[in-house]
């Protein structure tokens, strides 16, 4: 099982809206990251969290806020989004950092986010 | 500061074409180089290169590093419609602990 599962697929959020995007692994992985995605552009690193902590925070606004409850889980919690956040967000994870050792990433399909 | 630059940026080629996306790279602390297929959202692993020289080798599709001149190539042979997707290639990077993703080749094969 190679699978990262992303909910939900599509969201619609005003701007004082409070939701949640929601990530599952169940390959044993310890890495897991958010990127954000811009209409053609490259995924653009958010969050890393190793063992379950949280490694890097690369300057995202406070109004995106990460939780990893567990091993398997990585969430992301919206608030008070401006429209510009509208973007395709994605979950990965790997099987350790790639400061330990080589190793690939799965993705998850994403959440096509619209903040109106 | 750390690069990674595809070309071309897009490309448009008929069935049964072959294809050669290129990625160049100037990062510290090289250790290996991914390439990903990315079609409506989530980007698929295709290939981890870390040895020059050495070809990886899927079906048509297959890549190779060269770690002397800092490049990569991944190659697509009698391509189909079923290839067209961005082809993303990414560099894991120790400060930050991230996959560091290039700027894209969009692949668009005609049929």
């Known amino acids: 099982d190679t699978e990262v599962t992303q909910t939900p697929k599509h969201l619609v959020m005003g701007m004082t809206n409070k939701k949640s995007l929601k990530c599952e692994q169940h390959?044993?992985?310890?890495?897991m990251y958010w990127y954000k995605q811009k209409a053609k552009k490259p995924p653009e690193l958010m969050f890393v969290y190793s063992y379950e902590k949280l490694s890097i925070n690369e300057s995202v606004p406070s109004r995106f806020s990460p939780e990893c409850p567990n091993s398997s889980l990585l969430n992301l919690h919206l608030h008070a989004l401006q429209p510009e956040d509208s973007a395709l967000y994605l979950c990965?994870?790997?099987?350790?950092?790639?400061?330990?050792?080589?190793?690939?990433?799965?993705f998850g399909q994403g959440t096509r986010l619209t903040v109106v | 500061e750390d690069k990674v630059v595809q070309s071309p940026l897009s490309l448009v080629v008929h069935e049964g074409d072959t294809v050669t996306l290129n990625c160049s790279y100037e990062v510290t602390n090289f250790r290996s180089l991914l390439w990903y297929k990315q079609e409506k959202k989530a980007p698929t692993f295709l290939f981890m290169l870390?040895?020059?020289?050495i070809e990886k080798k899927s079906g048509r599709l297959s890549s190779i590093l060269d770690k002397k001149e800092l490049f990569s190539i991944l190659n697509i042979t009698a391509t189909q419609t079923g290839d067209s997707a961005i082809y993303l290639c990414a560099v894991p990077l120790n400060t930050g602990n991230q996959f560091y993703f290039g700027t894209g080749t969009s692949l668009t094969v005609i049929p």
């Open positions: 870390t040895s020059s020289g």
């Open positions: 390959m044993g992985h310890r890495a």
């Open positions: 990965a994870s790997s099987q350790t950092t790639v400061n330990i050792r080589n190793t690939e990433a799965f």
